[in-house]
C-alpha cells in the first residue's frame, strides 16, 4: 500500500498529467509485487472502457459542443440578461443564471466556466470589476452545472457505482435551483460591498419581454426535461440518452435555429474529439490503480478508520465530504469519481445513507475540486483567459466557496430536498 502512495504522491509532485501519475503508479505497483501477474494491468486497461453505460459520457460532450455552435448557447445568454438586468451586480449575476442554463447543456463546469470568462470578462473589467472578483464568480458558479442534468460527474458516478442514472439527473434538479439561490445571495451581497454595477432605474422587466425570450429558448430548457422524462417512459435508457442529445442538438441547431452548419458541426466534432481523448485516457489508466488499491486493502482500511471515529450517518457523510474536498485539491474530479466512488459507496450504504443522495453530494464536491487552488483545472483556465493571478482569484472566490459548503451541509441534513423529485418520479 505505502509504495503505490508514494508513486501516487511522488508523480502528482512532479506535475505529471493525472492519467500517467494513476498509471504509472499502478504499473509501478504491478511490476514490484510477486504475486500479481503484469497481464491483469493490461486486461484492466482494456476492460475499464467496455461499458456500455458509459457511452453516455462521450456522447453528452458532443451534444454539449453542438449547442454551443448552434445559436443555443446565445439564447441562453440573452435571457440570463434579461433576467438580471435589474439586480445588483447584474453582470455578475448573468453568470449564475447562465451556468444554471447551461447546466442542462454542457454538463461540464470547465468548459461553463472558461465560456462565461470569454463572454463576460471583458465586459466586466470595461465597468470596473476587478479580474480576481471576476474570475471568481465566473467559475465558482459554474459549478452549478455538477447537479443539473445532464452531470458528467453523475453519470460517471452512476456507471462506476452502479446507481440508477436517471434517479440521480432527477436529484440534481432542486440542489442546483438552490446554489443558484445561494450563487446569487452571495454575488448581490458582494457586489454591494465593492459596489460593483448598481442596477439601473430604468431596468424594469416586462411580461413581454420575458414571454417572448422564454419561448425562443424553450428547445433549450426542454432538453433537461425531455431527458428525465425519456428515462422516465423507457424511451430510452440513461446510455441511450447521450445519442439522443447528439440527435436533438443536430436538429434544433439546423432545423429550428438554422445556425449549424458543416463548419461549425467540424469544429464542435474536433473539440469532442480531444476532450473524449482526455477523459477516456484517464478512465483507462484508472482500472490497474482500482484494482491495486482494492488489492492492498485499502477501501477497508479507509473503511475502519472513518467507522472509527463516528458512526452517526450525518457525521459520516461530512467526513467524506472533507476527504473529497482535499483530494479535489490535488486530484481531477474525474479520477476521484472513478477511483472513491467503489471506495466509499459501500460505506454509504452501509451507514443507510441513499446512494443517490450521496452521490449529488459527491458530484458537487468533487467538482469543486477542480475550482480550488493547488491545482484546479478550471481555476487555471479562468485565470488565464483574463490574465489574472490565481492569489487575486482565490482571495475573491472565498465568499462563494463558503456559500457552497453551507448549502451542501444543509443537503447533508436534509436529504428529502435530494431525494424528494427522484422518488416522486421513479418511486421510492
Known amino acids: 500500500m505505502a509504495f ?100 442542462g447543456v454542457s454538463g461540464s463546469a470547465t468548459a461553463d466556466a472558461a ?17 480576481g472578483y471576476i474570475c471568481a464568480v465566473n467559475c465558482v458558479t459554474a459549478l452549478i452545472t455538477a447537479t443539473i442534468p445532464p452531470s458528467l460527474g453523475l453519470i460517471i458516478f452512476g456507471f462506476v457505482g452502479e446507481v440508477s442514472i436517471g434517479r440521480l439527473f432527477a436529484a440534481g434538479i432542486i440542489p442546483g435551483i438552490l446554489m443558484m439561490v445561494v450563487l446569487m445571495a452571495t454575488t448581490s451581497i458582494t457586489s454591494r460591498y465593492y459596489k460593483y454595477d448598481p442596477p439601473s432605474v430604468k431596468a424594469k422587466l416586462s411580461f413581454k419581454e420575458v414571454i417572448d425570450e422564454l419561448i425562443e429558448c424553450v428547445w433549450a430548457l426542454l432538453f433537461p426535461i425531455l431527458l ?11 446510455s441511450e440518452s447521450g445519442a439522443f442529445a447528439v440527435v436533438y442538438a443536430l436538429i434544433v441547431g439546423k432545423f429550428i435555429y438554422k445556425e449549424l452548419n458543416w463548419k461549425n458541426f467540424k469544429e464542435a466534432l474536433m473539440t469532442t474529439v480531444k476532450d473524449n481523448g482526455a477523459i477516456m485516457l484517464i478512465i483507462a489508466m484508472s482500472g490497474p490503480f482500482s484494482f491495486a488499491i482494492t488489492w492492498v486493502k485499502l477501501p477497508i482500511a479507509l473503511s475502519s478508520l ?40 459501500p460505506m454509504v450504504k452501509s451507514a443507510g445513507i441513499d446512494p443517490v443522495h450521496f452521490g449529488v453530494l459527491m458530484a458537487t464536491i468533487c467538482t469543486l475540486g477542480v475550482m480550488t487552488p493547488p491545482i484546479g483545472s478550471a481555476l487555471y483556465t479562468v485565470c488565464g483567459i483574463i ?16 456559500a457552497v459548503l453551507l448549502e451542501l451541509a444543509v443537503l447533508v441534513f436534509l436529504p428529502d430536498l435530494v431525494l424528494f423529485i427522484p422518488n416522486l418520479i421513479f418511486g421510492k
Request: glycine share 8%.
Open 4 to 103: 503505490l502512495l508514494c508513486c501516487f504522491i511522488l508523480f502528482l509532485v512532479m506535475g505529471m498529467p493525472i492519467a500517467f501519475v494513476i498509471g504509472i503508479s499502478a504499473l509501478a505497483y504491478f511490476f514490484s509485487t510477486q504475486y500479481l501477474p503484469f497481464e491483469i494491468a493490461t486486461q484492466m486497461v482494456v476492460s475499464q472502457s467496455q461499458s456500455f453505460a458509459f457511452l453516455a459520457v462521450p456522447f453528452f460532450i458532443f451534444a454539449g459542443n453542438l449547442m454551443n455552435v448552434s445559436g443555443i448557447t446565445d439564447r441562453l445568454l440573452r435571457l440570463a440578461r434579461l433576467l438580471t438586468r435589474g439586480m445588483y451586480g447584474g453582470t455578475a449575476q448573468i453568470s449564475v443564471v447562465m451556468s444554471t442554463l447551461m447546466g
Open 115 to 131: 465560456m462565461e470568462t470569454r463572454i463576460l470578462g471583458p465586459e466586466m473589467i470595461r465597468i470596473g470589476y476587478k479580474k
Open 228 to 238: 428525465i422524462v425519456g428515462i422516465r417512459m423507457g424511451v430510452f435508457t440513461p
Open 306 to 345: 472513518i467507522f472509527g471515529i463516528t458512526s452517526n450517518p450525518q457525521a459520516l457523510v461530512l467526513i467524506m465530504l472533507g476527504f473529497l474536498f482535499i483530494t479535489g485539491m490535488f486530484v481531477d474530479s474525474n479520477v476521484n469519481f472513478l477511483l472513491l466512488t467503489p471506495i466509499f459507496l
Open 387 to 402: 490574465d489574472c493571478p490565481p492569489e487575486e482569484y482565490t482571495k475573491a472566490s472565498l465568499p462563494f466557496m463558503l
